[in-house]
């Protein structure tokens, strides 16, 4: 079979779309991603050229787009009536509500295994990234770091609280959240008056967001490096 002019992100998007029926029975499994190469009548080869990993490679497409339909709302969203930690619940909502519970659940038992567990994190980090993205964030120095990093550890919480709550319309986890945002506004203001200490802007300089230029000053010692 020639694949010349095969479309892999199409071809992964309907693998996804055929898998989630079978995710709530079977988790991310092999079974499950066996089932929807049939369902689809495709090559299971192809498949697995396409998606190395079966379905582990299908839940973090899952966890993406939903970062992806996240953006999407948020952008619909009247932000600027909206006070700033209003503005970061408001993202984290709207990403948990971007996807079905179960397949959640399916996908944390999956990266809870040791050899997916980097594979989780970072789509965690990614999930802060893009929340922060989504809101306007431009850091390039230090904060790029500290923000995603407090977030991300805001976001696991809500998460685990979120896929046990049994309360109607997740009305404790949106409580819960809110809680949890209070943490990155506490952290913000802990992080101002550090940086007033007079040795801790120094030591940070040199932080740059990934393929952020260099701080000016900073590009003879990069070279020297080298």
């Not at 819960?176 to 943490?183: C, K, Q, S, T, V």
């Amino acid at each position: 079979m020639k694949n010349d002019h095969l479309d892999v992100d199409r071809f992964r998007a309907d693998l996804l779309a055929a898998i989630t029926p079978h995710v709530p029975f079977d988790g991310w499994s092999a079974p499950a991603f066996a089932a929807a190469v049939a369902d689809l009548g495709v090559d299971p080869g192809l498949a697995r050229v396409v998606c190395p990993r079966g379905a582990v490679d299908l839940a973090v497409d899952y966890h993406r787009a939903g970062d992806r339909a996240m953006a999407a709302a948020l952008a619909a969203e009247d932000l600027p009536a909206l006070k700033y930690r209003e503005r970061v619940a408001r993202a984290v909502r709207l990403r948990l509500e971007a996807v079905d519970p179960e397949l959640v659940r399916r996908g944390a038992a999956v990266f809870a295994l040791p050899q997916n567990a980097a594979t989780g994190a970072g789509l965690i980090w990614g999930t802060a990234d893009a929340i922060w993205r989504a809101l306007g964030d431009t850091s390039e120095d230090y904060n790029y770091y500290t923000k995603r990093m407090t977030l991300s550890g805001v976001y696991s919480a809500v998460v685990l609280y979120w896929m046990g709550d049994e309360s109607e319309g997740h009305a404790a986890s949106w409580a819960f959240l809110e809680d949890r945002i209070g943490d990155v506004m506490q952290f913000e203001k802990i992080k101002g008056k550090l940086m007033k200490a007079p040795f801790i802007p120094g030591l940070l300089s040199g932080l740059r967001a990934p393929g952020a230029a260099p701080m000016p000053g900073r590009r003879a010692d990069a070279e020297a490096a080298r």
